[in-house]
């Protein structure tokens, strides 16, 4: 089991950038691929950005292609997330979550994840 830690939420407002952290702990992040989630109040948890373990190959939902960027730092055991143009829509808590049988590929399904940070909030305001 992979211990994991976020950081970088708060208040910003619309239009504006904030960059979240996800710092593993306990088994090697490089063993995982990465998956950012997002949940906003009285909604389900979604899929927002994920990471495979090599880096190379990335995958978003379409409402944050091309503002927000999923990267990693194996050798820091990091993961992060870049938000650009934030918009009220992207509010809530947002969730890294590992996973360590993807064999190769960005799953989106919240059920995939096995190990998951405590959040961090995000309040984008207009």
């Known amino acids: 089991q992979v211990h994991l830690v976020e950081g970088g939420g708060g208040l910003v407002q619309v239009g504006g950038s904030l960059r979240l952290s996800c710092v593993a702990s306990?088994?090697?992040?490089?063993?995982?691929?990465m998956g950012w989630f997002r949940q906003a109040p009285g909604k389900e948890r979604e899929f927002v950005a994920g990471?495979?373990?090599?880096?190379?190959?990335?995958h978003y939902t379409d409402s944050v292609r091309g503002r927000f960027t999923i990267s990693r730092e194996d050798a820091k055991n990091t993961a992060f997330l870049q938000m650009n143009d934030l918009k009220p829509e992207d509010t809530g808590v947002y969730y890294c979550?590992?996973?360590?049988?993807?064999?190769?590929?960005?799953?989106?399904?919240?059920?995939?994840?096995?190990?998951w940070g405590q959040g961090t909030q995000v309040t984008v305001s207009s």
């Open positions: 979550a590992a996973d360590e049988f993807s064999l190769g590929i960005v799953r989106s399904a919240v059920g995939s994840y096995h190990d």
């Open positions: 306990g088994r090697p992040l490089s063993g995982y691929a």
């Open positions: 990471i495979r373990r090599s880096g190379v190959g990335t």
